[in-house]
């Protein structure tokens, strides 16, 4: 994806490499006819899912679990915001020594406050 003005990049990139080696995670919404993205490398959503994990675990993180629903989604599929900035909250403090989570969680609140869908990708 060519970033836009307003996208934001939550990137950690790999020390060895320099660059997202393990894939990234896609995040979007649109209001009006602007859409609004965050990409974050898939190591640390993928951390908050697995503190999520169990038999009460979110719709979310049991499609991310089994590979199957927004996860096998090419062109991307809708999810809860609600759901997974309840998770960003849950566990980000915890995981999150650069704030990259907290800022996550923002931008899922902004399409939250906005009434808009929001999606994700596995890049």
């Known amino acids: ?7 934001i990049d939550l990137r950690q990139l790999c020390s060895h490499c320099g660059v997202c080696c393990t894939g990234t995670y896609l995040l979007w919404f649109t209001t009006g006819d602007r859409r609004q993205s965050a990409e974050i490398d898939r190591p640390t959503l993928d951390a908050v899912f697995e503190r999520s994990f169990g038999p009460d675990a979110p719709a979310l993180v049991q499609e991310w679990n089994a590979a199957a629903g927004w996860t096998d989604a090419a062109g991307g599929a809708a999810t809860d915001a609600d759901e997974l900035v309840a998770l960003l909250e849950r566990h980000g ?6 704030g990259r989570i907290a800022r996550l969680a923002a931008f ?10 929001m999606y994700i990708r596995d890049d």
């Open 1 to 7: 994806m060519t970033a836009q003005p307003g996208d």
């Open 93 to 98: 403090p915890e995981l999150d020594d650069d």
């Open 108 to 117: 899922v609140r902004e399409a939250r406050a906005a009434g808009a869908p």
